[in-house]
């Protein structure tokens, strides 16, 4: 095994590596550090998946499962890029482009009848949504941003949208019978196995059995009536269109991969009720499953001129929706991944509560956040900017994560336990002693779900906000609600902690809301705090305040402390940024930030170095360090348009401070004299190695696919300066 792994992921930050991970495996192997990748990719997990269907040279090692062995042992030093979490409509897309491409892979079964169907779309139910990410985070969350990268952005301040009182921007929630109202909670006294069954006027369903729970877990179970939510829907629709602003829906539809799709669904079907009404029979025939979008809705129905007029009506009739491209006409509610909240919420408050309409202007927005656990938060911040205008992110101070994340925790790791109940009755949860633990009275369609916690990754995640409060002294808040049944738990696991430790009049405890105007009024003084939350919050916490703080998440220290030892070094706390490939391949610009990638680098070198004595990779660590400082102090950070430097260019710059500061540091002379050189070499061919990756920008290119790129192509694209390949090699 290297000593470090560098995965191999999808679209911008796959793109980025075609150029950065050369120089990082060259300057690497100098201090006798090895780099190998691993290949977690949608398309690498697809054809991982399925060898039978492959010949010999096309199949591929899953390479996610051995990820999934090493972040349990104290060898694991990975650096994980952000990988797309696939919706159906991108994984049925990645399917075909490897069809093309001549891979022999089963379609994935939309409605499967047969066992093998069936079987088949098992396997590509497990590769959708948030795959990964709950597989590799065997630890807790620490996300912050560096010291230079906050200083960087308070001397050289985005912009920000402005906000105004009279705002019509507001969140919509449900009043009732959702997950936050429906919610029980209880922790295990003893280690115990589980079943989930449905009990209707016929006897007894199963649903789930073979559960294990070790003890000291917290359990939680609750459910979403979907009338309830119908209602809710149908109402904000009325609204909306009252209010005479944009409808938007933001959900989590790729980490919450089985109820949030459909709740998406049920948003489809209301917006286009009418259409639903008159047509449903022949959309069922014609294929069509609300939950895959408005967009493949509209491909299933392109050859039907009456229904597509019936379309066309209601949308008229509709209040105009929130638009993820205007020009293309791509509707919030065309796919369930194009709008996700960690992302969308935090970009509309930012640009002072405008999201763009059908018209391609800027207008308020009603944001319809169905489920009320969480969205009190954007509503408390939208509060606070309407109050108190827009944060400056020249004095503002800085809110950090410590979030509970490992071993599934909490609803992201509800996958296996969350059912969408085919006929009404009572979900119990039962224990193996007989004990019924949970149980609700459910109808048809309604969305059952269980969580849990476990005690050690609760215990883990308490001292590891205990150990970043001492180290920053700042405010620090448990984002907890006493009066939620899980939080009730959780804090019967804190406060003991605390008080043992001798630390209770550090922390503050506080329900979501309280917590985000007492952060914005600290981080508002120009001070730091620490938001200590659980999985969901620590998702959407660090999006929310670095994109208000940093103007994006990307350079974003994020690093996971593996439970049995090692480390795990995410890169940024945001995505794969499609819309960042659609301009390489039509202007051969990526404006790709790889900022997290160098902050995520310089972590893991000098994990390695106290890991394992390595005293080189320190060296090494340390200079990457002052290359990231040098990137920010220059501005060498990519630019977003066409013409200027890009992300190409800013890895040169990073090459030659990483080079510059190996070869002036005094630690290792033997390191310095082989570095300096290659410092002297990159400095001396400036000139011609700028001039040649400006000349590669403006046509357009391609990549040989989009979700299986052609490496030698993506190659060609991303390192077209041969002056600075003869130098990496
Ligand atoms: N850790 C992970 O593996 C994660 C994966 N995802 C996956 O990523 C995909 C896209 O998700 P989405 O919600 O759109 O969020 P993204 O974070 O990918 O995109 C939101 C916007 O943030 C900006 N951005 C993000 N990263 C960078 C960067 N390094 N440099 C510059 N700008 C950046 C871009 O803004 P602009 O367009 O203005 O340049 C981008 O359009 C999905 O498939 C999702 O599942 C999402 C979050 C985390
Ligand atoms: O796993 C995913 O789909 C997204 C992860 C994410 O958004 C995050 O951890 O911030
Ligand atoms: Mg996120």
């Known amino acids: 095994m290297s000593d470090i792994i560098y995965t191999k992921v999808d679209e911008a930050p796959e793109l980025a590596s075609a150029s950065l991970l050369p120089i990082i495996k060259k300057f690497a192997e100098a201090a006798g550090v090895s780099v190998g990748t691993k290949d977690i990719s949608l398309a690498g997990r697809i054809l991982a998946t399925f060898p039978e269907h492959l010949s010999e040279e096309q199949r591929q090692s899953d390479d996610l499962a051995e990820l999934g062995r090493l972040v349990k042992t104290p060898e694991a030093n990975v650096i994980k890029l952000p990988n797309i979490s696939a919706s159906v409509p991108q994984l049925v897309a990645a399917i075909k482009e490897l069809q093309a491409q001549g891979y022999a892979l089963p379609d994935y079964p939309e409605e499967p009848s047969t066992d093998e169907e069936k079987a088949v779309r098992a396997k590509y139910d497990g590769i959708k949504g948030s795959a990964v990410n709950p597989v590799l985070r065997e630890g807790n969350s620490d996300r912050r941003a560096a010291k230079a990268v906050k200083s960087f952005a308070q001397s050289n301040p985005h912009r920000m949208g402005v906000w105004t009182a009279d705002s019509k921007t507001h969140v919509s929630s449900m009043s009732g019978n959702d997950f936050f109202s429906n919610e029980d909670s209880a922790t295990l006294d003893a280690a115990t196995g589980a079943k989930i069954v449905l009990e209707t006027a016929d006897g007894e369903k199963v649903l789930k059995e073979g559960l294990e729970y070790p003890a000291g877990t917290v359990v939680d179970a609750t459910f979403m009536s979907a009338a309830a939510l119908k209602d809710f829907l149908n109402t904000q629709i009325e609204k909306t269109k009252e209010d005479g602003i944009l409808f938007s829906l933001h959900l989590k539809a790729t980490m919450m991969k089985v109820s949030d799709p459909i709740l998406f669904g049920h948003a489809v079907k209301t917006y286009l009720a009418p259409v639903f009404e008159k047509h449903g029979a022949k959309l069922k025939e014609l294929g069509v499953n609300p939950n895959s979008g408005l967009g493949d809705l509209l491909e299933r129905v392109k050859g039907e001129s009456e229904i597509m007029a019936d379309i066309d009506a209601c949308m008229e009739e509709r209040p105009p929706m929130y638009m993820v491209d205007s020009d293309k006409g791509i509707t919030n509610l065309h796919v369930s991944s194009d709008v996700i909240i960690d992302a969308s919420m935090p970009a509309l408050i930012r640009a002072g509560g405008k999201g763009w309409g059908p018209d391609g202007k800027e207008h308020d927005a009603n944001c319809v956040i169905p489920d009320s656990s969480y969205a009190p938060v954007y509503d408390e911040a939208i509060n606070f900017f309407k109050e108190n205008g827009k944060l400056d992110p020249a004095t503002a101070g800085t809110v950090q994560n410590i979030g509970l994340m490992a071993q599934k925790a909490e609803e992201y790791g509800s996958h296996p336990t969350t059912f969408e109940l085919a006929e009404a009755g009572t979900v119990k949860m039962i224990l193996d002693d007989g004990t019924v633990l949970h149980q609700h009275k459910v109808d ?115 690093i996971v402390k593996l439970m049995n030892g090692g480390g795990l070094f995410e890169t940024g706390a945001g995505g794969s940024a499609p819309k960042h490939v659609q301009q390489l391949m039509e202007q051969n610009h990526l404006r790709w930030d790889s900022l997290g990638e160098f902050c995520a680098l310089g972590e893991s070198l000098k994990f390695l170095a106290d890991a394992r004595g390595n005293e080189k990779a320190r060296v090494l660590g340390d200079a990457v360090e002052t290359a990231t400082q040098g990137i920010l102090d220059h501005g060498r950070s990519p630019s977003r348009k066409v013409g200027e430097p890009d992300n190409r260019d800013s890895h040169y710059w990073f090459a030659r401070y990483w080079a510059e500061a190996v070869a002036a540091q005094s630690d290792d002379a033997e390191l310095a004299a082989e570095f300096a050189p290659i410092a002297k070499d990159l400095a001396a061919k400036e000139a011609d190695i700028l001039s040649e990756l400006a000349a590669a920008q403006g046509a357009a290119v391609d990549l040989g696919g989009y979700y299986h790129t052609d490496a030698e192509k993506t190659a060609r694209v991303m390192r077209p300066s041969e002056t600075l390949n003869g130098i990496i090699g």
Not at 465 to 483: N, T, V
Not at 489 to 503: D, F, R
Not at 512 to 541: F, M
Request: glycine share 4%; hydrophobic share 45%.
């Open 444 to 558: 048809a369609g309604d969305i059952w779900r269980s969580s849990s916690a476990r005690k050690a990754p609760i215990e883990d995640w308490v001292n590891l906000a205990i150990s970043r409060q001492k180290a920053e002294g700042c405010r620090a808040i448990f984002w907890l609600d006493e009066s939620r049944a899980h939080d009730a738990e959780l804090i019967s696991y804190v406060k003991p902690i605390l008080e043992a430790q001798g630390v209770a009049d550090k922390f503050e405890i506080m329900a979501p809301r309280e917590a985000t105007r007492a952060s914005l009024e600290t981080i508002t003084k120009g001070e730091n705090t620490i938001a200590i939350t659980g999985n969901v919050l620590r998702d959407y916490l660090t999006d929310l305040f670095p994109i208000l703080e940093l103007a994006t998440s990307a350079k974003m220290l994020s």
